[in-house]
């Protein structure tokens, strides 16, 4: 079984720094593209980073230039620096991986429960 568990979340000022982490566990072929979504209370579920198998990333526009998103592949881990945070960003932060669990499998989608970031004003 697939498992993501997302970790980093909390409480700052805006203006401060978050870095949220997540680990993809169980057994996949796999990953080709890991993200971080992200939901505000009467929202939708939206997109704030993505990055490739290959390394390429692609961001929402609100948060260009203040997040960065990178990948450790050989542990199967992603990570979000949020730099710059503002009131706006308060959400509940998901991991998402693409991933095959067997070499002629389709891409599935995996999702992590979420951490909760508040931002402060």
């Known amino acids: 079984q697939v498992q993501l568990v997302e970790s980093g979340g909390g409480l700052v000022q805006a203006g401060g720094s978050l870095r949220l982490s997540c680990k993809v566990s169980?057994?996949?072929?796999?990953?080709?593209?890991m993200g971080w979504y992200r939901q505000a209370p009467g929202k939708q579920r939206e997109l704030v980073a993505i990055?490739?198998?290959?390394?390429?990333?692609n961001y929402a526009d609100s948060v260009k230039g203040r997040f960065t998103i990178s990948r450790d592949s050989a542990e199967n881990v992603v990570f979000l620096q949020m730099d710059g945070l503002k009131p706006e960003d308060t959400a509940v932060y998901y991991c998402?991986?693409?991933?095959?669990?067997?070499?002629?499998?389709?891409?599935?989608?995996?999702w992590g429960r979420g951490t909760q970031v508040t931002i402060s004003s």
């Open positions: 990055i490739t198998k290959g390394g390429t990333t």
């Open positions: 998402n991986a693409r991933a095959r669990r067997l070499r002629y499998s389709d891409v599935d989608n995996y």
């Open positions: 169980g057994s996949v072929f796999s990953i080709d593209a």
